[in-house]
């Protein structure tokens, strides 16, 4: 069974030769990303930095992005 995340954002994974690691970029919320050493790592990551991302973004009366692109259901 699929496990979909909780977050619908949109991820731009890449590989960066100067970080020598995978980057999973949230372009919707400023500075929000992920990194490992493998995509699914990056992924996982940056589904945490989202979680922080708007915690934070609530407690500091913020307005959070709603996810540009519809990406499940």
Known sequence: MTK???????????FSEEDNCYIAYVP??????GLGLTPEIAIKE????IDSW??????????????I????G
């Not at 940056?46 to 930095?49: R, T």
């Not at 692109?69 to 499940?72: D, E, N």
Request: with cysteine; charged share 25%.
């Open 4 to 14: 979909f995340p909780k977050h619908k954002y949109f991820l731009r994974v890449f």
């Open 28 to 33: 919707e919320l400023r500075n929000c990303s």
């Open 54 to 67: 708007i915690s934070v973004a609530k407690n500091e009366k913020i307005s959070v992005p709603q996810p």
């Open 69 to 72: 692109i519809k990406l499940f």
């Open 46 to 49: 940056a589904y945490c930095s």
